[in-house]
């Protein structure tokens, strides 16, 4: 059982549609982290969530903690090309900032 | 500054060959994480090495294996290859500082294939 669960695993989508990304879990997060990973490239950090309720904005993207720190979204507005990858989040449960929990990601296809 | 390297970025063994893989951090990065990413299991935690020690180890067995070098260099082994060891080797730099918003800074991978 994945303690961080990604929905959906797959996505395929035309360029300048609305998108939005969940990561779930039934335990609580002190923080969490979203990485895009491109194909044959590591995972790059987009952005790091710690404040239950935080909403962050990086040009298109929107990333969303939820109050309760159990739960982030990624909304993409007007999706690019340049936005395909592989979209990972991560995190830190909360009391143990030894290990990063992952999700198995969102593997996000925007055709032209 | 310069990112993470890793080395070599592919390569092919066969069963029951070992390899060994490289990654240099980031300059003043003092932590060392490696992991294994398939298709079907996403990124697995193999090990962490902090300051030339082993702070953390995964769940993987004991044919996967690490060391960390005084200039933080690492290397990880993989002895008596098995087909299902075929996948992305990534290894990721860090500060080391143990706080709840740590960013880990990967490099490209290294891609093995076992025949």
């Known amino acids: 059982t994945q303690l961080l669960e990604q929905s959906p695993q797959f996505l395929s989508i035309q360029e300048g549609e609305n998108l939005t990304v969940y990561c779930n879990s039934s335990?609580?997060?002190?923080?969490l982290q979203w990485y895009r990973q491109e194909p044959g490239e590591g995972p790059v950090l987009l952005v790091t969530?710690?404040?239950g309720g935080e909403v962050k904005k990086l040009k298109r993207l929107t990333f969303q903690f939820g109050d309760a720190r159990k739960d982030s979204s990624l909304h993409i507005t007007a999706a690019q090309p340049g936005d395909t990858g592989l979209y990972l989040c991560?995190?830190?449960?909360?009391?143990?900032?030894?290990?990063?929990?992952w999700g198995l990601g969102t593997s996000l296809a925007v055709n032209p | 500054k310069a990112g993470v390297t890793q080395t070599p970025r592919y390569l092919i063994k066969t069963r029951g060959q070992q390899v060994t893989l490289s990654c240099s951090p980031i300059?003043?990065?003092?932590?060392v994480s490696w992991y294994q990413q398939t298709p079907g299991q996403g990124l697995q935690f193999l090990f962490e090495?902090?300051?030339?020690?082993?702070?953390n180890k995964g769940n993987f067995p004991g044919r996967f294996s690490g060391r960390q070098f005084s200039n933080s260099r690492s290397e990880m082994n993989v002895s008596t290859l098995e087909l299902g060891d075929s996948a992305l080797y990534l290894c990721?730099?860090?500060?080391?500082?143990?706080?709840?918003?740590?960013?880990?800074?990967f490099g490209e991978g290294s891609r093995l294939t076992v025949l």
């Open positions: 090495y902090f300051s030339e020690t082993q702070r």
């Open positions: 969530v710690v404040t």
């Open positions: 990721a730099s860090s500060s080391g500082d143990r706080t709840n918003t740590g960013e880990l800074f």
């Open positions: 300059s003043g990065h003092r932590s």
């Open positions: 335990s609580v997060f002190s923080s």
């Open positions: 991560a995190g830190y449960r909360a009391g143990n900032n030894r290990k990063l929990i």
